[in-house]
């Protein structure tokens, strides 16, 4: 048998994957990010977009695996994401044949673009630049913190100020302890309704909270940090961790209670946690250079990192959702002023369609 022949027989087969149970031994075996799990589309598919899970096979053998949603909607227009509201996900490779997958799986992406005519694709934490017909972009950057050293040598890299805010919460009698019931979610959910009507920014649905705590609580993938002050919540964080590293993924805040330093407190308190239980990084999640929230989460230390997102085009490049665009202003102060039971009605409709 010639080489041509050989190489032909034993092409990878890509399909659309419907085992959980697979799919999610193949990531976490390959330190995948939480948002790459099965579980995350569940809550993703509550919001009805169609899941479509591609495995390259070798054989009986899973090479590669590239998770994505399509996302439809009047406002937002048509798109093909991976993953929608994460951080990072889409290609997820083996040790073996990898860049075969990807090119395979790649070239599946895009053949399903054209068929569903979307505006665009967009692989988050991509790196794979441009090629395969895809346009490489760096829009927005974290900061990873290592904690293989253990908690008190990450603490060493906290800038001072901010361990004089740590302390200073600790010492205006606020409380952390760790949610572990779905009456915690739901208190969690109160608070995250006030907060996101405070950034102006449309809410996730309870549902959708609801089915990340069913399907990663258990397992450890999902952590609640709660800070309370005299028994009321004031701070929130949600961490997502599969393998080696942790995602910061939810973050609230009491403004009225902002000056206690409640979010300091939370923060370190979760890279304490992570750093005690043995992960090596913790990805303190998406943000804009030169934010405000850039700022606080720089003066935790860690590498500043872009984020390697990738972009096809079916029909000509068009122009990136951008949250912070001028025109959304008078639309995020009319939120603002809205009672917080419409935003919990209304909002959930609204984002949706917003992949970010």
């Known amino acids: 048998m010639n080489t041509r022949e050989t190489q032909e027989t034993t092409r990878l087969e890509i399909e659309r994957c419907d085992d959980a149970a697979e799919w999610d031994a193949f990531v976490e075996r390959n330190d995948g990010p ?3 799990l099965w579980g995350w589309g569940d809550a993703v598919e509550s919001y009805g977009h169609d899941r479509w899970y591609f495995v390259a096979r070798d054989g009986g053998t899973i090479a590669g695996v590239l998770p994505l949603v399509h996302m439809e909607s009047r406002l937002f227009g048509s798109k093909l994401v991976s993953p929608p509201f994460g951080e990072r996900g889409s290609l997820v490779l083996g040790s073996s044949r990898s860049e075969e997958a990807a090119e395979l799986l790649l070239e599946r992406t895009r053949e399903l673009a054209d068929d569903l005519d979307v505006d665009f694709v967009s692989l988050r934490g ?3 630049g441009d ?23 990450t603490w060493e890299g906290v800038k001072e100020s901010r361990q004089r805010q740590v302390r200073q919460a600790e010492d205006a009698t606020l409380t952390y302890r760790v949610g572990e019931r779905l009456s915690d979610l739901k208190e969690y959910y109160r608070l995250y309704l006030k907060s996101m009507r405070g950034h102006g920014t449309p809410p996730h649905s309870f549902d959708f909270l609801r089915i990340l705590w069913d399907r990663f ?11 309370e002050k005299d028994g009321a919540l004031i701070n929130g964080i949600i961490d997502l961790s599969l393998g080696s590293s942790v995602h910061q993924w939810g973050v609230i805040t009491d403004y009225e209670h902002r000056d206690l330093n409640g979010g300091s407190l939370a923060l370190w308190k979760s890279l304490e946690r992570a750093a005690e239980e043995g992960c090596e990084v913790y990805d303190m999640g998406r943000t804009r250079e030169g934010s405000g929230v850039y700022l606080f989460k720089k003066s935790f230390g860690g590498e500043k990192t872009w984020y390697d997102d990738s972009h096809y085009f079916p029909s000509g490049e068009t122009e990136l959702p951008h949250p912070e665009r ?18 919990r009605v209304v ?9 970010l």
């Not at 395969?132 to 040598?153: K, M, Y």
């Not at 909002?347 to 992949?355: A, N, T």
């Open 131 to 153: 090629r395969h017909g895809f346009t490489g972009s760096s829009r927005f950057v974290t900061f990873r913190i290592p904690l293989s050293d253990g908690a008190e040598s």
């Open 326 to 343: 001028e025109a959304y202003d008078p639309i995020k102060r009319a939120w603002k002023r809205l009672p917080i039971p419409l935003t």
């Open 347 to 355: 909002g959930p409709r609204i984002r949706k369609g917003i992949s």
């Open 34 to 36: 939480p948002f790459a």
């Open 126 to 128: 991509a790196e794979i």
């Open 217 to 227: 609580a258990d397992d450890g993938h999902l952590h609640l940090g709660m800070v």
